[in-house]
């Protein structure tokens, strides 16, 4: 992630720079205590996550923060300040900040929201993978069967990048599990599992305990995903068919802290949920 820090106080910008740079997929492209010089280089540097001061002479955090958008450039906003009114909180938060943190600050806080600005970046990312995913699609109907079936297996791939489960020990049993019910044009339940892994009961316990955790992995950044965009439709719908929405709901309400437990997966709706959506 690129970075840039506007701030009135060099001693903070030093203090943010060595949090943000402490992990190397992050980089501070630029620093300045000039709010002009900072939409200058808004204009012309890639920066994902922008560190604003409210308090800055001449124009303040949320009259920059107008300015860079007016001109059709839109950045993730961390704004910082000493106490301020709660109106001016809102009246920030309503011209686009992700995250407000109260000065001194706090670097437990600091790294937690970078974290969490860092994965509201890549949750949209995906987002887009899956518009450009379902965009494709609905163009694309004369393709003939070999053609169709890559087309399948990739699309199905876009949507377990979309999950964030491409990665985990189970993946490589997810992939192959995928691939050949496309293949086959079978359904979860029609899969004989010994043959297909050649393995033993025992086995089989262990490959669906390795999917089980990654697909689980997918619903919990799904929650995330419902939280971020409530009335986003395409992940309503991969909520209910690859989850049931019941499930989602339950997770979200454990990772607000209202449930002691989350969701369920259930590997047969899963994965005849996936074959659905990409059909």
Same mark, same amino acid.
């Given at each position: 992630?690129n970075?840039? *820090?506007?701030?009135?106080?060099?001693?903070?910008?030093? !203090?943010?720079?060595?949090?943000?740079?402490?992990?190397? &997929? @992050? %980089? #501070?492209?630029?620093?300045?205590?000039?709010?002009?010089?900072?939409?200058?280089?808004?204009?012309?540097?890639?920066?994902?996550?922008?560190?604003?001061?409210?308090?800055?002479?001449?124009?303040?955090?949320?009259?920059?923060?107008?300015?860079?958008?007016?001109?059709?450039?839109?950045?993730?906003?961390?704004?910082?300040?000493q106490?301020?009114l709660?109106?001016?909180?809102?009246?920030?938060?309503?011209?686009?900040?992700?995250?407000f943190?109260?000065?001194?600050?706090?670097?437990?806080?600091v790294k937690?929201?970078?974290?969490l600005?860092?994965?509201? *970046?890549?949750?949209?990312?995906?987002?887009?993978?899956? !518009?450009?995913?379902?965009?494709g699609?609905?163009?694309? &109907? @004369? %393709? #003939?069967?070999?053609?169709?079936?890559?087309?399948?297996?990739?699309?199905a791939?876009?949507?377990l990048?979309?999950?964030?489960?491409?990665?985990?020990?189970?993946?490589?049993?997810?992939?192959?599990?995928?691939?050949?019910?496309?293949?086959?044009?079978?359904?979860?339940?029609?899969?004989?599992?010994?043959?297909?892994?050649?393995?033993?009961?025992?086995?089989?316990?262990?490959?669906?305990?390795?999917?089980?955790?990654?697909?689980?992995?997918?619903?919990?950044?799904?929650?995330?995903?419902?939280?971020?965009?409530?009335?986003?439709?395409?992940?309503?719908?991969?909520?209910?068919?690859?989850?049931?929405?019941?499930?989602?709901?339950?997770?979200?309400?454990?990772?607000?802290?209202?449930?002691?437990?989350?969701?369920?997966?259930?590997?047969?709706?899963f994965?005849?949920?996936?074959?659905?959506?990409?059909?």
């Amino acid at each position: 992630m690129n970075f840039y *820090i506007l701030d009135n106080d060099s001693k903070i910008i030093h !203090l943010l720079s060595n949090i943000i740079e402490n992990d190397f &997929n @992050n %980089t #501070v492209v630029g620093t300045t205590s000039n709010p002009q010089q900072a939409y200058d280089d808004a204009m012309r540097l890639g920066i994902d996550i922008m560190f604003i001061d409210y308090a800055m002479p001449a124009m303040d955090g949320v009259q920059l923060i107008q300015k860079i958008q007016d001109s059709h450039y839109y950045p993730h906003f961390i704004m910082t300040a000493q106490a301020i009114l709660p109106s001016v909180k809102t009246s920030a938060y309503q011209h686009g900040i992700d995250f407000f943190i109260e000065k001194p600050l706090n670097i437990a806080e600091v790294k937690s929201v970078i974290k969490l600005a860092a994965q509201n *970046i890549n949750m949209s990312n995906r987002l887009l993978q899956v !518009l450009d995913l379902v965009s494709g699609a609905a163009t694309n &109907n @004369n %393709t #003939v069967t070999i053609s169709g079936k890559n087309k399948k297996k990739e699309n199905a791939q876009s949507i377990l990048r979309f999950l964030g489960i491409t990665a985990g020990n189970g993946a490589p049993a997810i992939n192959k599990l995928i691939n050949t019910m496309i293949e086959r044009e079978i359904s979860f339940d029609e899969v004989n599992f010994e043959e297909f892994f050649q393995c033993d009961e025992h086995g089989k316990k262990i490959i669906f305990q390795r999917i089980r955790r990654d697909i689980k992995t997918g619903l919990n950044n799904l929650a995330h995903m419902c939280m971020d965009y409530p009335e986003n439709d395409i992940i309503l719908e991969y909520a209910n068919n690859l989850y049931e929405y019941k499930n989602v709901h339950n997770e979200i309400s454990f990772l607000k802290g209202e449930r002691t437990n989350g969701g369920q997966v259930s590997l047969k709706h899963f994965f005849n949920g996936l074959i659905q959506e990409i059909n």
